[in-house]
């Protein structure tokens, strides 16, 4: 079963027990974070995609560690001016253990077909009298 979640503007593909690099999130380290901007479930071959959300689904983890990736170099230069500017940058993220993919939809689906059963067996028996 994966899922793909979005997040602070971009979406990731995750499934349970991966550890992700997420932008940093406003949680503290061994806190528990909920995902509820679930574009798309996938269990078992059968894909469900939302419209823009996937409702009842929820994707749950835990915050690893918050930290900040490699510098990257932004070097800017005007030819023939002796005009150079060199700069640094370090993204924050927030490093998070998926824990699970809550569905709610697989409770629903069958909740809804024990109603139509019953629905169907109480109609039958009304008209068979």
Do not use: W
Not at 53 to 69: D, L, P, R
Not at 71 to 77: E, G, H, L, N, Y
Not at 88 to 104: C, D, F, L, M, N
Not at 121 to 128: N, R, Y
């Amino acid at each position: 079963m994966y899922a793909v979640i979005e997040s602070c503007g971009k979406q990731y593909k995750v499934a349970e027990g991966d550890v992700v690099f997420f932008e940093k999130l406003d949680a503290e380290e061994g806190k528990k974070v909920a995902f509820d901007k679930v574009i798309l479930v996938s269990d078992d071959g059968k894909v469900q995609v939302g419209n823009p959300y996937v409702k009842g689904v929820k994707v749950e983890g835990k915050v690893v560690s918050h930290g900040k990736a490699k510098k990257i170099i932004v070097f800017k230069m005007k030819a023939k001016k002796n005009e150079r500017k060199k700069q640094g940058h370090r993204q924050p993220y927030t490093k998070v253990e998926i824990t699970g993919i809550k569905t709610a939809a697989k409770k629903a689906a069958t909740a809804e077909k024990a109603e139509k059963t019953v629905k169907t067996t109480k109609t039958e028996k009304t008209e068979t009298k």
